[in-house]
Nanobody, 120 residues
Framework: QVQLVESGGGLVQPGGSLRLSCTAS????????ARWYRQAPGKQRELVAG???????MYGESMKARFTISTDNAKKMVYLQMNSLRPEDTAVYSC??????????????WGQGTQVTISS
């Protein structure tokens, strides 16, 4: 069973930084699209950032200039560098990969999420 493994969440003070990581529990043949989403209590899930296999990126409006999504194609890892964190960034952050695992078609996979809490 394919699982996405996320790490890097935690508690930081406002203005601090965190780097989230995401990869799969099995070898990955190709990542077509990687996205990070977040969901805060009582709010709808929102797209944080995305990166295509051509390197093109996109960000949610409040994340621009503070967050950076990147991939390590050799390691098949996806990262989300988050700087200048604010209390309103507190949420569960989830990784979504549109990828192909050997022997399967291109599919969307979701991680279980990692908690990010910004508080003094």
């Amino acid at each position: 069973q394919v699982q996405l493994v996320e790490s890097g969440g935690g508690l930081v003070q406002p203005g601090g930084s965190l780097r989230l990581s995401c990869t799969a529990s099995v070898p990955i043949e190709t990542i077509n699209l990687a996205r990070w989403y977040r969901q805060a209590p009582g709010k709808q899930r929102e797209l944080v950032a995305g990166i295509g296999n051509d390197g093109a990126t996109m960000y949610g409006e409040s994340m621009k200039a503070r967050f950076t999504i990147s991939t390590d194609n050799a390691k098949k890892m996806v990262y989300l560098q988050m700087n200048s964190l604010r209390p309103e960034d507190t949420a569960v952050y989830s990784c979504n990969l549109r990828m192909r695992v050997p022997g399967t078609p291109l599919l969307d996979y979701w991680g279980q999420g990692t908690q990010v809490t910004i508080s003094s």
